[in-house]
């Protein structure tokens, strides 16, 4: 009878403690309601996290001990005796699926050979057999036949670790152009050949580290096939030729970069963390301070990366930001203030004093005095920096259209919201933030690059993975851009019906259709929006 008792007890416990909410089901105050959120955050990212380092285990190919095993006590002159061993990586040394190859713990005297063979592994971005024909130009639904699948040839990344006495020579393509370096010493990284693309070198905690390219392309290279069928691919674009070619390092001591040009050294330069004057600050060590190398008027120069929080909230992409950088995106932002202030002043002028033609001319003629100006500072790039900009858009929604087509949505939407982060930094985007926050829909605003384009495309994708919400937002947003565009307008009318919104879905349906009204997509989406709306109108009388 107590043992009843005391579970009825407790049983009451628990009901008074869920009616107040103190069951731990529920949060008793709003930072608590927030730290249990962002434990939720944090709980979801490491799993994220997981998974990431899961799928790239499994792409993951480690050679460890090519030269031999690393030990500390060797002797000089077993050092001596050792004779130089070369090891040469081909397709046969790679696992099948393994397209990230990491060379570690080893210790030379000797070299290790990535040969243009690697350049030759395949790996393949399958298509949705399931999507439907497409028929829109520079849209993520636009193809008449359904692509074959897309072919990558070489190996994903390159990571060295844990390497000594020894030079690694890289032959083959790396598509990510991307190479790591870590806790090696006493190593020569050689980057030769048409295929080797290393655009981009990270290295960490390393000492007396050699870093050549010999006739190396940049990572924007584009390869031009001569006449003579045996010859292949000649370079274009050599390393450090663009501005994304660059070497991060931090902690590294003795470090040297070279570049040659047919067999000659081009340009040289060497680098040294504590000389170039790392210090630690609060809990940050000396070694973790970033530097960056690069080509910068014909010379290679190595910079300080400015930390986040010192960039002034002025942004260039997702490549981090040297002093000289930042002072020259201020330099230029000033540029421009001052033109567009004189600009606004002569159009002050105007209508203040006469506003009749003769002043229109008046100002007209001032405006091509000062062409050359506004044009050179305009919306703080040059036309050099515009080409390189938009050219990266076009890169980012090319990716976007593949993932879409893959029915990988979510991956799309990431790679269109980075194509759009990009387009932000043209100088239209106040003109575009202008026209998008009137929401008036009139003529079609002109721009550098087509955003309404890649809303479209992301409406697309918001609408497969029921995000109606968002969809509408950017199927709105592009037709506010363009409204001739009819894809915009159409995923806009797609997302109004989704969300039961009939009537407007009407409206915004009909609108597409008068654009295109041979567009049998588009009927059959106003006949269904119609009869949902006639449906919805009879249960309303019937109730």
Known sequence: LSKELDEEDEQEKEAAASALGLDGKHARSQAEAEEKSKAEEMQKAKQRLEAYQKREQGVTETLSGLLGPVVDDDTTAEVEEKHQEIKYITRESIGAGKRVLTVADTKGPGKIVLTQDL??????????????????DDDAENKEEMPEATVHRGIIKLNLRNLHQCTVVVKCKIITGTIEISHCEDVTLIVEGDDATAATIQADLC??????????????????RVRDTNS??????????????????????NLRVRTYRDGFVDLDTTSDYKKNGAKAVGNAA???????????EDELITERVLKPGDSKEIKQGARPMTERELRELEKKKSQIEEALDEKLKDLIQIKGKNGGGAVVQQAEKKAVEKEEVIEEVYASATKEEIE????SIEDQKAKGNEAF?????????LLYTMALDEAARLPDVSSVTEKLSSSVISEPLEQLFPRHVILSNRSACFLKLGHHEKALKDGSDAEILNPAYVKGVFRKGLALHAMGRYREAIDALAKAQKVEPKNKQIKQALQ????????????????
């Open 405 to 413: 087509t893959s029915g990988e949505y979510a991956q799309a939407i």
């Open 119 to 136: 350049s030759n592994l395949e790996s393949r971005t399958a298509t949705n057999t399931s999507l439907k024909p497409k028929s829109y």
């Open 388 to 391: 390189a900009i938009v050219s």
């Open 232 to 253: 292949g691919p000649t370079t274009t674009l050599f390393w450090g030729q663009d501005v994304n070619d660059r070497i991060y390092h931090a902690g590294v001591s």
């Open 286 to 296: 000396a070694e973790e301070v970033q530097f960056v190398t690069s080509v910068i």
């Open 528 to 543: 269904f929006a119609e009869v949902r709306l006639h449906q919805e109108m009879r249960k309303r009388m019937e109730t």
């Open 207 to 224: 000492s007396n580290l050699d870093i050549q390219f010999h006739d190396a392309p940049s990572g924007k290279n584009i390869p031009l």
